[in-house]
């Protein structure tokens, strides 16, 4: 195998995902992809570090794990995975992969039965993001092209994987800031729609705001949207005595 050879294409392949603008799940299929193909193994596991609970957590696989994908989890300095992240180190093992000391079996994962196991870290900016974990049913002999090629996957797709996860979290942190924004513009609209029923209707606080929301239940309409309706109807009620009265001082004179 030309290992320069095949770290060029890897790097192309790479830089068409980076390029694409492919989500954080999208990118951690890509590297299970990728990392089944430049190893030959059985299966790939994908754990990413959550910032917010300094917990690893299993984020993509190749064997399908939809319990435990987003809920599996473990500490860093737990497992061979723990240790990788704390150490920021590759772990190799060709044969009886289990009786590693630093080992321990996660309930639900068949990978880890299999004999053979190799893990290396996501990096971004020297930092552990993640690890990528692959795993063999029978004893391999990860060659040393191999693991590099893998690490390179891991220190090339980590800073990819890192942008990914940072544009993911503004858009989410954007989003909420416009939520709360149409909240409050809502919140606005309820209290001049009520105050409205309390001139018109002679009603307390109270009594306004239960009408509203007891004719938002019997419409099956947003509160929002009879409190804007309230309003308009309002509104136009206003300029139709203004324009009234207009025009009697006009014939007047």
């Keep these: ?33 990728i990392s089944v193909q430049v190893t030959g193994c059985d299966a790939c596991l994908v754990y990413m570090l959550e910032p917010e609970t300094g917990e690893i957590v299993l984020r993509a696989s190749q064997v399908p794990h ?20 704390e150490n920021k180190s590759v772990v190799v ?20 039965t299999y004999e053979a196991f190799c893990s290396v870290p996501l ?6 993001i993640g690890v990528i974990n692959v795993h063999n049913r029978e004893r391999k002999d990860w060659t040393p092209e191999e693991v590099s090629l893998l690490t390179f996957v891991g220190e090339q797709m980590g800073g990819a994987l890192a942008r990914a996860r ?5 858009a989410r942190l954007f989003e909420e800031t416009q939520e709360m ?15 409205i029923l309390q001139y018109k209707y002679n ?3 109270e009594e306004a705001y239960l ?25 136009l009620a206003r300029k139709a005595t203004e324009t009234g009265s207009i025009d009697r001082d006009v014939e007047g004179d």
């Design 211 to 235: 009408r509203l929301r007891n004719e938002s239940r019997r419409l099956r309409r947003p509160m929002r949207d009879l409190a804007e309706a309230i309003i308009l109807s309002e509104d």
């Design 203 to 205: 009603l307390t606080e």
């Design 123 to 128: 990096i971004s900016a020297g930092e552990v």
């Design 66 to 85: 939809a319990a435990e994908i987003g809920h599996l989890s473990m500490k860093v300095g737990q497992g061979v995975t723990g240790w990788v992240v």
């Design 93 to 112: 093992l060709p044969e009886n992969a289990s009786s590693d000391n630093r080992f321990i079996r996660l309930p639900g994962l068949v990978e880890d």
């Design 166 to 170: 940072l544009e993911e979290e503004n």
């Design 181 to 195: 924004k149409r909240q409050l513009e809502t919140r606005k609209l309820v209290e001049r729609a009520k105050g």
């Design 1 to 33: 195998m030309d290992t320069n050879a095949t770290q060029v294409t890897l790097l192309h392949r790479i830089s068409n995902i980076i390029a694409s603008n492919r989500s954080v799940d999208e990118m951690l299929g890509e590297i299970v992809g």
